[in-house]
T-cell receptor, first 112, second 111 residues
Framework: NAGVTQTPKFQVLKTGQSMTLQCAQDMNHEYMSWYRQDPGMGLRLIHYSVGAGITDQGEVPNGYNVSRSTTEDFPLRLLSAAPSQTSVYFC???????????FGPGTRLTVT | ELKVEQNPLFLSMQEGKNYTIYCNYSTTSDRLYWYRQDPGKSLESLFVLLSNGAVKQEGRLMASLDTKARLSTLHITAAVHDLSATYFCAVTMDSNYQLIWGAGTKLIIKP
């Protein structure tokens, strides 16, 4: 199993550009989440999904969209990038009924 | 609103010493997690604590949970350089087990 994969690893955007961060897992996990990590603030939940076709907002959803058309994939879309979205983004997944959450390697995003 | 506070946020210590990292949370929660993160890397799960009085140990690390005090501790015994990392605690906020995170404790262990 590849576990949780994320692409790209690094990305630089200009203000106003849009892009999609990709996340995929091959463990057939029902739950998937997106977090952002900023220095000194721990991780904050952006959006999460409890299964295909079901998504919900986390703590900091503004400026981001998600969809979950398949169990495997959970892309995060930045609609119009802003410097405040400069961060490291982590995707995570978990099997329903279990507590262990598995994290991807992260995407480091810089918005200039 | 569920809030999680860790202290200290930064800790520099010598090899061979013992120390404790504290994690306080503001409201009742079902689960508490400890994670480790090396610089530029992803997060590695260390412990999941599920009930009051739970204690788990792995090598030189031991975690405990007091749900009445809303407090978890991560104790490091006879620290070694390889334990240098940032340690996070996280608590679930609802039945979907979405996590609320502390700010992390950056631990530097000097040889």
């Amino acid at each position: 199993n590849a576990g949780v994969t994320q692409t790209p690893k690094f990305q630089v955007l200009k203000t106003g550009q849009s892009m999609t961060l990709q996340c995929a897992q091959d463990m057939n996990h029902e739950y998937m989440s997106w977090y952002r990590q900023d220095p000194g603030m721990g991780l904050r939940l952006i959006h999460y999904s409890v299964g295909a076709g079901i998504t919900d907002q986390g703590e900091v959803p503004n400026g981001y969209n998600v969809s979950r058309s398949t169990t495997e994939d959970f892309p995060l879309r930045l609609l119009s990038a802003a410097p405040s979205q400069t961060s490291v983004y982590f995707c995570a997944s978990r099997r329903q009924g279990q507590y262990e959450q598995y994290f991807g390697p992260g995407t480091r995003l810089t918005v200039t | 609103e569920l809030k999680v506070e860790q202290n200290p946020l930064f800790l520099s210590m010598q090899e061979g010493k013992n120390y404790t990292i504290y994690c306080n949370y503001s409201t009742t929660s079902d689960r508490l997690y400890w994670y480790r993160q090396d610089p530029g890397k992803s997060l590695e799960s260390l412990f999941v604590l599920l009930s009051n009085g739970a204690v788990k140990q792995e090598g030189r690390l031991m975690a405990s949970l007091d749900t009445k005090a809303r407090l978890s501790t991560l104790h490091i015994t006879a620290a070694v350089h390889d334990l240098s990392a940032t340690y996070f605690c996280a608590v679930t906020m609802d039945s979907n087990y979405q996590l609320i995170w502390g700010a992390g404790t950056k631990l530097i262990i000097k040889p």
